[in-house]
């Protein structure tokens, strides 16, 4: 009942996150074939890129967090999600072998990573992190 209404929230009209594909990364957050060596954010928010795959489990049980993230912080932040099947020189170039993975790419030339599904509180409070360190920049 829960992954059925929870497939309901992250598919219905209210939708936030978006798709992104190789090329979407390339031109709206970093163009790492540009600057492989340096992380040059394109951005002018942060960015969460959440990858994840249809049949992973626990990326299912994390996708309407992303989603109620989004529609929370819209205009503070964005939410990308990238399907790995689809999206492998994306996948392979961040080197996510393990899912579910997701990124917070931060206006201040850093981004991290982080493995595994967070609680709600730990995920808000990685946001809050986020927005708090733009403020005080």
Known sequence: MLLLMAGMVACGPEEKTQ???YQGFIENIWDFETHPEEYVFKGSTPIIVD????????????LPLM???????????????????KEK???????VKGLPVFFIF???????????????AEFRGLIEEELNKKIKA
């Open 19 to 21: 798709p992104l594909s």
């Open 51 to 62: 990858f994840f795959a249809n049949w992973c489990g626990p990326c299912r049980k994390l």
């Open 67 to 85: 989603e109620m993230m989004a529609n929370e912080y819209e205009g503070r932040i964005t939410v990308y999600t990238v399907d790995v099947d």
């Open 89 to 95: 020189p994306l996948a392979n170039f961040f080197q």
């Open 106 to 120: 931060s206006t201040d030339g850093i981004f991290k990573r982080y493995n595994g599904t967070p609680t709600e």
